[in-house]
């Protein structure tokens, strides 16, 4: 009986130190950093590679291929950082490793759980870090979960530059929105909003640089605030607000002088490929409506005026061409130009009634404009 028993306390023994010696001891913290460094490291080269392909492109379509790369570099490397991030998420490393995710995931839009739970982290453990500033921008392209970060650290963060820059990038987001309203009510209390989280980004940190802009807080939420205050007077249905802008030739002009004919209003640059691809139907278009009540006003956003002048020397555009001031022009301030091509069909009364950003489609282009021109013509008699 004792040798059974010494036997079982043998065996037992035995399978302890069998199984003292398979598990791992824990990682410390000099490990996980260790990891990601790693982990850095082999993405930073092989995404350089992917820029490095990138900007050999050939075609739009190589393009969007590599960015899908990159993007699919950004997650395969979140599944493996989120690990390190989520085994201490208060720490330094906790953090750094988070950061690394929001960082390169802001950039090429990549989104998904890691992303996500990356976000989370910083949110509620780091707000008070002061690198937590630094990818603040990036976050603001995460949707609703870079709205969280945001939201933290415009509530919590204790560094006033990070609270201010939060608080502008909120209500600048809040601000886009507007654009994809057309409930009249929600648009201003999207106003009101965005004009409030501004107010106070101004308030908070005025002279905080935002981004690669070399603009301050306070400017660019001045800039805002004051393109909000005409969102609810510039819609579809309402007057369309007058502009001055000048010909090439320098003659200073207004829409008003347009009043009795339908005008389109079509503001673009030559260096949006979009806005191009519309130029052969814009052609026919004028053509077909040579004579009547029509006219076709195209607004460049070309930083310099000789830009567009070569460019019409080669491209044939027989309409009227307005540029005053390129991407500052009061057209593009007054009509909240946030993307190219932007599209405004006015009636004959000077009424709004259409507004598209991009290109809606020839046929829809056509119809518009055809139904328009009718009323513009009858009215004349």
Known sequence: MRLLCAAALSLSFGLWVAFAQDKKPAETKT???????????????ENKELIEKLQKAESPVEARGVQAEMRELVLITAGKVIVIAE???????????????????????????????????????????????EFLIPAMRMGPAGEKLLKAVSEKAPDKEAKGLALFLRGFVKAQGIDEEEDEAKMALIVKDATALLEEAAKVAPDVIVGNSKTTIAKMSAKEIEGLKGVLALGVGKPAPDVNSALLEGKKVKLSDYKGKVVLLDIWATWCGPCRAMIPHERELVDKNKDKPFVLVSVSADDKKETLEKFLEKEKMPWVHWWDNGPESEVLKKYRVRAFPTLYLIDHNGVVKHKWIGNPGNDKIDAAVEELVKAASKARG
Request: aromatic fraction near 4%.
């Open 87 to 133: 085994s201490d998420p208060k720490d330094q490393t906790g953090f750094e490793a988070a950061a690394l995710i929001v960082k390169t995931a802001g950039p090429v839009g990549a989104s998904g759980p890691e992303v996500e739970k990356a976000v989370a982290i910083i949110a509620e453990h780091h707000v008070a870090n002061a690198k937590v500033k």
């Open 31 to 45: 490990d996980r950093a260790a990891k990601l460094e790693v982990l850095k490291k082999k993405f930073d080269e």
